[in-house]
Each structure stands twice: as C-alpha cells, then as structure tokens.
C-alpha cells in the first residue's frame, strides 16, 4: 500500500525527504533537517518595496511597509541614517536579501 497522499491548505513537502509537513515547521519530523524559510507575500511586491525605499526610505516607510515599525522609526528620527542605511537598504533589496518582519526574504518574481 501507498504511503503517499495529498498535502492539505496548511502543509508544505519537506525540502529534504519529501515528506508532508506542516507550513509551520522550522524541522521536518521525519529526517529532522531544518525547512528553508519560505518567501514572503510580500513578494509580488518587490518592485512596491524597491521604489518605496528610493523615494521614501529616507522616512522609514519601506520598513513600514514590511511590517519592521521600530527599524521604520529610528530610519525616520535619522533620516535613513544620513542616507547611509538608506543606500544599504536598496542593496539588499537589489541582492534580493531584505527581509520581513518574519524574517521572509523579500524576491522579486
């Protein structure tokens, strides 16, 4: 007999063994190895968080945005660090390494 069947809403495949896993879980109980962290649904977004981050991110509001408000604020109070952290922002998003509040990577798709 078949020990193979269909994923629910809420499970993902294990990345490793194939196995069917919650989407919550940090380790696959099966072979134990650590799930990579799924992209954001923020995602779609990527060209919105980019744009808001050159013309905005002086004011925190890319960080607004994907949900990091204390990051947003102290962005704001500094004037996105005196547009060095502002600069640093872009790059990361550019090499596709900015995360969420979650810690999702933010991908252009």
């Known amino acids: 007999m078949s020990d193979v069947r269909e994923k629910a809403a809420d499970e993902a495949f294990c990345a490793s063994c194939g196995a069917v896993i ?3 879980a940090e ?3 099966k072979c134990g190895v650590r799930q990579k962290k799924q992209t954001s649904d923020i995602s779609s977004n990527w060209l919105t968080v980019f744009l ?3 013309f905005l991110g002086e004011f925190g509001v890319d960080r607004f945005y994907v949900g990091k408000i204390g990051t ?3 962005k704001l109070i500094t004037g996105g660090g005196c547009g060095v952290w ?3 922002d872009w790059i990361m998003i550019l090499a596709e390494k900015f995360t969420d509040k979650d810690g999702n990577v933010i991908k252009k798709q």
Request: with cysteine; net charge positive.
């Open 52 to 54: 808001l981050s050159i």
């Open 86 to 88: 502002w600069l640093i």
């Open 22 to 24: 919650k989407k919550e």
């Open 72 to 74: 947003g604020v102290l």
């Open 27 to 29: 380790i696959c109980p």
